[in-house]
């Protein structure tokens, strides 16, 4: 396993962030308020398998436009 430096916030490491948040919230909401909360979760599975299938990330393409910066590919 890599030894990752936690100060360091790249593309990847906040796309795991807000599918993991959001999916948390989809769960949250299904539990306690209605579970049209689950539509979340399957957003976020939708979401992923699109990356996975055509390489486009909608949440990565709006965040590389906020100048986050990517860790893939690049020199460590």
Do not use: H
């Not at 539990?31 to 979760?41: C, H, T």
Request: aromatic share 12%; hydrophobic share 50%; net charge positive.
């Amino acid at each position: 396993m890599e030894n990752t430096n936690t100060q360091s916030w790249y593309l990847e490491r906040v796309l795991f962030l807000i599918a993991g948040s959001v999916s948390l919230i989809g769960l949250i909401i299904a539990n306690f308020f209605s579970q049209w909360g689950l539509v979340l979760n399957l957003l976020v599975g939708i979401n992923m398998i699109l990356f996975s299938m055509t390489g486009f990330c909608p949440m990565g393409f709006i965040l590389t436009r906020l100048g986050i910066p990517k860790k893939c590919g690049s020199d460590r």
